[in-house]
């Protein structure tokens, strides 16, 4: 294995470390990392989507991984300040970028060395694909226990969405771009019970597309963040709480709102007229929670972290390359 972490030699081991926070599993693979080609993150990320599906596919499903696995992939840093340079790689395809994963690749940072492990908080920047990302780490006894991705505010696209004709006429949506896009919905306006799993999936894919159709990301100049619009869908319980779950436009569930996601739903819930809008929003999903905070100048969402598995994987060549 190279000096940077990427191997030139498949005999070396891909080597990565699964952080649990906030109901997600990020699995972050900092050793044995494909070499990729371009020189900024963008055309790297670009790279990644062409060649590599195989790896994003190896690390996330069985044998190596399972449906609670999103994995993401931590390179040595190009340049300085930045603790790495970081891409999404979870189950429903590659990224820019993520919230959790995020905050799970600064955690990895640390225990890795890259960062001094400073008892309190720790500023922490990585370069991604839409630029540079900040996080900050909670250090106690040498350990990460909690982390926050500091952020720009949401840009909500259309508040107050709507298709004319179909299934979805006269059903009220927004749309928001917080690094990865979505739509947010309430259950009610939705038709289904955010408890009812089974049938939440399907229907959220499908308003995906009909969304996606309408609204392409296109038109707000944000094709290259996904390929359709991710769903969250929401059931408000306090002027503090909400709960949320995270679908993906393939109608996959996940236990976490996601730290986008639940900042969309943050943003959403502040415009539709929240007592004290800079007051902490937790968003709840099935695995666990965030707490999200939005200001005049940022936004951030925050979550307990722990390392829970370290992995050395022997891929061959048909798992890390497309023929």
Known sequence: MSKSGESSDRRCPVVA?????????LRVVHGGL???????AGEQLEDLRLRFEPFRRFLNTPPHGNWLVNSC??????????????FLASSFGYAPLAGTALMAGATVAVDEGRIPPVEGWTAISMDTALGSAQIEVE?????????????????????????????????????????????????????ISIHDHERLGPTAAELSRDVSK?????????????????????????????????ISDQGFLARSAGGTGALAVHAIANMRGRDDP?????????????????TND??????DVRI?????????STDIMAS
């Open 214 to 246: 309408a609204y392409p990301l296109s038109d707000f100049g944000i094709e290259n963040s996904y390929a359709q619009w991710l769903v969250m869908v929401t059931h408000s319980v306090s002027n503090d709480e909400t709960n949320a779950v995270w």
């Open 139 to 191: 250090i106690s006894r040498n350990e990460v226990v909690r982390a926050r991705w500091r952020t720009q505010i949401p840009r909500v696209l259309v508040a107050d969405g709507n298709i004319a004709q179909g299934r979805w006429s006269g059903r009220n949506f927004s749309v928001v771009m917080t690094g990865l896009p979505y739509i947010v919905i309430t259950d009610e306006e939705l038709g």
């Open 17 to 25: 470390t699964d952080v649990m926070l906030a109901g997600d599993i």
């Open 278 to 294: 800079s007051a902490p929003l937790r968003v709840r999903a099935p695995g666990g929670a965030f707490l999200c905070r939005i």
């Open 73 to 86: 992939l931590l390179y040595p840093a190009a340049t300085e300040p930045y603790a790495g340079r970081f």
């Open 308 to 316: 829970c598995a370290r992995h050395e994987f022997f891929p061959d």
């Open 298 to 303: 940022h936004a951030s969402v925050m979550a």
């Open 34 to 40: 494909p070499k990729l080609a371009g020189e900024s």
